[in-house]
């Protein structure tokens, strides 16, 4: 019982962490920009796709198999850095200036949601509706034995790298002048560009940023899931669910979601398989009934 | 036994961050008084006036309406209680026609509100809604949509249906600022005798000195948060305190 | 990082042009006019109605497709109601497989009553949206759009997993044999079925017409506008719009219970997300009002009919970009294009 605990819990763990990588993309872009991109799940599912491919390929080539890491980070950067600035751009920055506020949010919905379905139906044609397993990357780096349970290194590896991007994450933010001045953007647009900040380039910037986080998340998971059509769409609602609980633009909170979200999704997977799909929902439900802004939301009062 | 005043209000407080901006205020208006409120940017009269429908809940201190406490109810339960406010920057809906918002006010007072079937121009409102736009010059504009008429038309837009509810008391902020100086005059008279006739209690904020000693019974001073002075128009306006503060 | 919701001052309050200007710019009444335009609209309805009411014998064996069209547009009719609040729902499917699937459950027990059947449907629907809107109706914005969506995966995987129930992945048989307690033959039912339906859209589109012209209806849209003011005028937001989720839900219920008569089968996919992209599509194209999403799934079900031929495996690659060309270029729909082209005729004329 013991065991199955500790077991669930990592578990719970490896798969928080990448789930945070996707979540606290778009926790970022919609700090900065005011848009819930819906197609951030699509970003994971390409990150996943490329990964496993650059997998076979390297695999076939011969190459020596710890070089195949850092290629799984490159390739995540390489994604997000061509679809992030090309999507925003073209697709979603003229929504920007839409008026009324409320209409320009649904206009904006509905574009990532447009941005989501081509991204969709795109992954059928390039890489087919056959799964992709990479599962030989999990087994190189060995195994660890905990509680009784084997437990591949490159899972348990996943925490600490999540951890050290969320550092990071945080240190870009408050140390350098560029993560300055995208808070600044996420507090107030307007101002931040009277006082001479690049608003535009800092959206452009941080939707890149978040789609290479969501491609990161999906090349790193990869070897442990079956890459196959569909995963994009189940990753956005789980990693909404993740920023809904940690309330929109929350970074560390964000991570205290994922952990959260995955450790009770494989906790309900050993001991109430009934619910393993729907558990993140009831938590999300929860946190919002109580309250609605997010564990670690603040409510902004608006002037009247 | 005497009637509950109006509103009541005891020993109010709130800060926001770090700066107080309201600190002790108590003020009472009778029912039937107009009682209007006078201090610089700032001074606390538009929070005040935010305790009081429930926008801002004060950290302590008590509001009472017809001696019924309200502190910590919705602005839409003490819309409920009759208690009726305009705004400042007017709160319309820009994509709307101007008679639609006095129909829709006017229905919001009524009961069958909620009934599917019944049209929002309905027979029982529509002499009310006439009535009201005409009262207010409106009713050259009451086809178009409020986004673009000019901001006076908008005040007062927000006035007639802050009316339209029928209100035991009103709030009004500025209800005159944006509308010439040579119509205010004459719509601040027809407004509060409309008020006086239906024995309407109401709180005005206003710059206007002149438009204060004509119409207030009494007026309130704010300055830095709190009351100054409270009083007639006479006594207060003469003031050398006052003018010192607020003009 | 900044929590949600900027803070949004007051419309535009630099007009400071003074009343008399504004008295002396209006233009005069324009009550006869408007009056023409709604004869014309009215008569241009009815002409439409009666197309309509020909089509199964100008195209016999297009029934099928007609009553889905009917179908998808009362359904997509409740994500266009929604859409007057300002608010989109990513997760209709989930009323329009619950009526589906509602049908499949009780049409052993009334097999020849589909009239029946079909009211189930739809009453369904409104039941899940009022237990569901007790929650979704606080919501706004992106948190309305993606609980709908998480809550209708929710159901989607409850019901693959429900195998006993629902039949898992395979769905369910639909077997109803009539509308009003006879038995009919395959084409006779086809042909009833879609009368049925047409005459539920008059009526239903009628009792809409209502509720939209009702205070209720007007609030609904000034949800959009500036919610904090219908709240200070002592009128609860989260109830109208809970009035307007219920009858959505209803409407969508109604629209799969109208569908899975039609097709004789439900599966999972009708709760999928996939099939409230379809529902979206059909609302944005369309527009609002009560036409407008009508035309919208004519324009969907043409769309792909010929995206069937052409472009089988890019479909929604497709609709995606149908999506993004409406909302930059047309974004009240087709039904509101006369508008949006007046608009920026007058807007070409006075640059």
Known sequence: MLDQLVSATIDGLTSGATLFLVAVGLS??????????????????????????????????GLPSLLIYPGLVVIAIAVGIVIGPIIERCLLHWSFSVEPQSRREVIQLLATYAIFLILEDGQKLVFGTQPYYSGGALGLLGTTRIAGILHTNYQLLLIPLSGIVLLLLRLFLSKTRSGRCLIAVAEDAEVSAT???????????????????AALGGALASPAIGVTIGIGADMVVLSFAVVAIAGLGQIEGTAVASILIGVAHSLTVFFLPILDTVSPYLIMLLVLLVRPMGLFGMQRQRSI | MKAAPALEAEHLFLSFGGVQAVRDVSLTVATGEVLAIIGQNGAGKSTFLNMCTGYLRPERGAIRIAGCSIVGLKPRAIARLGVARAFQHPQIFPQRCVIDHLRFASAAARPGFWNPFRPLNSPQSAQDVLQLLAFFALDKLADQPVRGIPEGARKLLDVAMALALEPKLILLDEPTSGVSSAEKLGLMTRLVHALRARGVSAIFVEHDMDVVARFADRVAVWVEGAIFRVGSPEDVLSDPEVKEHVL | MAAEG???????????????????????????????????RVSALVTILAFCAALPFISPPDTFEFTIVLAVGLAGLGVALLLEAGLISFGHALFYGMGGYTVAALAPVFPRFGILLLLFGGGVGAIVAAIAGLFIVRYRGVFFAMLNLAISMVAYSVLLKSYAISGGSDGMVVQVQGLVGQALGPGAFGRALFYVCLGSVIVLGVLLQCYRRSPAGWGLGAIEDREIRIEYLGVSANRLLLQAYVISGFLGGFGGAVAASAVGHVAPDDFFWTTSTVLVVVAVLGGRGVVGPFLGAALYELLSIAAARYLSNSWEILLGAVILLVIRFAREGFAGLPDTWRAASLQWRRQ
Do not use: C
């Open chain 1, 28 to 61: 970022l872009i919609f700090g900065v920009l005011r848009v819930l991109n819906v197609a951030h799940g699509s970003f994971y599912a390409i990150g996943a796709f490329m990964a496993a491919v650059v997998w076979s390929l390297l695999g076939a080539a």
């Open chain 1, 195 to 213: 006082m001479g900040v690049r608003v535009t380039r800092m959206q452009t910037f941080s939707f890149t940023l978040g789609a290479v986080l």
């Open chain 3, 6 to 40: 900027s803070p949004t001052e007051a419309e535009s309050h630099h007009e400071h042009s003074s009343m008399r200007n504004a008295l002396a710019e209006t233009a005069s009444p324009r009550q006869a006019p408007m009056r023409a335009t709604g004869k014309l």
